[in-house]
């Protein structure tokens, strides 16, 4: 991988070496401390010239100045600092990080007029640039920088300097879990499905207990005895088994009712017998996306020790095709005694999902569940890849996670429920059958997992088009994009710890 930068805080003093970014608000060319850097008026000309006013985002970039011992100094626009929300902190650090993608020594001033630059500023521009930085080229056997050139296996360097250092490293602990969380999150969807199956998906699983979760991974024998037929139904095609894991994170009261948050882990999607199209199935390596998700967060969440007891539960199977395989027509009875109609051996994700969102609500009775799954190709007819989809059965819950959407910009828009719905799924054969027709897709495919959390508090995301090839922004240019992390541990943190 890529090596991660390395971020440190420091107190305002000008260095002799390496490069320095400064900020410019629009309209008011440089001030305070970034003043000072420009002695001989270069940038200022510069501004001139390249028609630079400080928009969001803009940039000017004078290589080894004049008589300066600098190799660069790059001046970013940050449009006007009032209005500077905690997603711009983060976009901010990835248009620093993408300027400087070869090993380097960068100092950052944070001195901008009439910001409240705090020590949060300073910490979400530094999980942008990690979160930008991030590069999966792990089976690259001859690395490259961004321009195609050998690169340096060095990390890059980045001080951020402002106001109150102390302060910032410290809130940048919880931002380095959360940036932790995410890379975890977008290695497994990046991850082939030759090297990452349900047990090596489970192995990965394990090295949580060193940050204090707890994980306990169930085999097809242990589910099989627990009435699993919809999860494995799915994994009976596929000569790499199946798995359960139960990860629990428990930094909360010891009389708090947990919760829990569900994943589909499908680690590769052919279809089975209904078989997927050969154009573009490759992406279906990356049909886990929910379960990373569930991973990348109980690995934030536990590195910085969150105040909440958590419960993380994700199904592993592969959905592939031999002789074994489960046919059309097959039908098989759940965890929750509901039989089920298999008219598409395609329409997976939900099978697994129906057993591990039961076992969830019997075995821990949580305050709520919500579960993240790649679920439908739908979704991304309804929403394109800028939102996910959000199924509730609980206003509350559905508008805390809103908002935590629009704070941390991993979106989610809220799809409609109901009995007429909920009716598309009936079956003549058994208690209902598992696709409900091509229109509203995404919603019947939500209506079927209702069925399998009783009065729970129950969102199901549907983050086919956001976990993974969703277009590349700021903070991400990974296929696997890691959505859901920085949604839920916001959600966490605004709602449900202390
Ligand atoms: N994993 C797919 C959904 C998917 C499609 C995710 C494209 C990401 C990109 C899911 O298992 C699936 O195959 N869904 C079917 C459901 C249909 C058979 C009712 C779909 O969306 O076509
Ligand atoms: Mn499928
Ligand atoms: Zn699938």
Redesign the pocket.
Known sequence: MTPRPSISFAKHAAPKKGSVVLLSAEGAGLSGIAKGYDSGKALERAFAVADFTGKSGSTIDVIAPQGSTLDRLLVVGVGKPANLKEYDWLKLGGVIAAQFRKAADVTVVLDLPDAKTDAQDAAGLALGILLRAYNFDKYKTKKEDGDGKPAEQKPSKFTIQCADPAAAKKAFADADAVADGVTLARDLVNEPANKLGPVEFAAETKALEKLGVSVEILTEKEMGKLGMGALLGVAQGSPRGARLVVMRWNGGKAKDKPIAFVGKG?TF?T?GN?M?PAAGME??K??MGGAAAVTGLMHALAARKAKANVVGVVGLVENSVDGAAQRPGDIVTSMSGQTIEVL?T????RLVLADALWYCNQRFEPKFMVNLA?????I?VALGQFHAGLFSNNDELSGRLTEAGLTTQERLWRMPMGPDYDKLIDSKNADMKN?GGRFG?SIS?AQFLQRFVKETPWAHLDI?GTA?GSPSNEINQSWGSGFGVRLLDRLVRDYYEG
Request: hydrophobic letters at 40%; a negative charge; zero cysteines.
């Open positions: 499908v999607d279809g209904s997927k992406d279906m990356g049909d598409n395609d329409a997976e994700g790649t679920l439908t190709g739908a991304m696709i897709g495919a086919a993974m």
